[in-house]
């Protein structure tokens, strides 16, 4: 008869065995293929860029119409749109729509535009020179993104970490 140690290293060795190949099937099991995320898509150029776009279904109207010449028309700006292009430092609570716009908020503008390529993502540059038919020397900068397969330009509304953003989606030519 075996002894009582030997028993006990036995039913030890059993023990010790199903978990050992359970374990083992498991790290086996996230070994197959993956699928590997989408890439980015490769940089814009000027002419992926120049076309229509719109704001988000909650700003009805709201469009930028880049041109392939280099120019840009804006039809039906929002609000937070006049705010970002119109905000300087000690400009608050509306000053320069009061005092430069007579009180009514600017919803059309022209200027030139221009496509940045900076080192984490594109930067589509508006440079505005008309803003209601007044001249101005304001820009706005606009980030490129993708969402799927479809790009996109937004600026983030305050601070940026709180990812509230201001987006605007392709919507046909110029």
Same mark, same amino acid.
């Given at each position: 008869?075996?002894?009582?140690?030997?028993?006990?290293?036995?039913?030890?060795?059993?023990?010790?065995?199903?978990?050992?190949?359970?374990?083992?099937?498991?790290?086996?099991?996230?070994?197959? =293929?993956?699928?590997?995320?989408?890439?980015?898509?490769?940089?814009?150029?000027?002419?992926?860029?120049?076309?229509?776009?719109?704001?988000?279904?909650?700003? =009805?109207?709201?469009?930028?119409?880049?041109?392939?010449?280099?120019?840009?028309?804006?039809?039906?700006?929002?609000?937070?749109?006049?705010?970002?292009?119109?905000?300087?430092?000690?400009?608050?609570?509306?000053?320069?729509?009061?005092?430069?716009?007579?009180?009514?908020?600017?919803?059309?503008?022209?200027?030139?535009?221009?496509?940045?390529?900076?080192?984490?993502?594109?930067?589509?540059?508006?440079?505005?020179?008309?803003?209601?038919?007044?001249?101005?020397?304001?820009?706005?900068?606009?980030?490129?993104?993708?969402?799927?397969?479809?790009?996109?330009?937004?600026?983030?509304?305050?601070?940026?970490?709180?990812?509230?953003?201001?987006?605007?989606?392709?919507?046909?030519?110029?």
């Amino acid at each position: 008869m075996p002894s009582r140690n030997a028993r006990l290293a036995g039913r030890g060795g059993l023990w010790l065995t199903g978990p050992v190949l359970l374990a083992a099937a498991l790290g086996l099991a996230g070994c197959g =293929p993956t699928t590997a995320p989408d890439p980015a898509p490769p940089p814009p150029t000027a002419a992926d860029m120049a076309g229509g776009w719109c704001g988000d279904p909650g700003e =009805p109207g709201e469009r930028v119409s880049l041109r392939s010449d280099g120019t840009f028309l804006v039809e039906g700006l929002s609000e937070e749109v006049t705010d970002e292009l119109l905000a300087r430092s000690g400009y608050v609570d509306g000053y320069r729509v009061k005092t430069e716009f007579g009180g009514v908020r600017p919803t059309t503008g022209a200027g030139t535009w221009r496509l940045y390529d900076a080192p984490s993502y594109a930067v589509v540059r508006l440079e505005f020179e008309q803003l209601a038919r007044r001249a101005v020397d304001d820009g706005l900068s606009l980030k490129v993104d993708h969402e799927g397969g479809d790009r996109l330009l937004f600026f983030y509304v305050g601070d940026a970490d709180s990812g509230d953003r201001h987006v605007f989606r392709s919507c046909g030519s110029a």
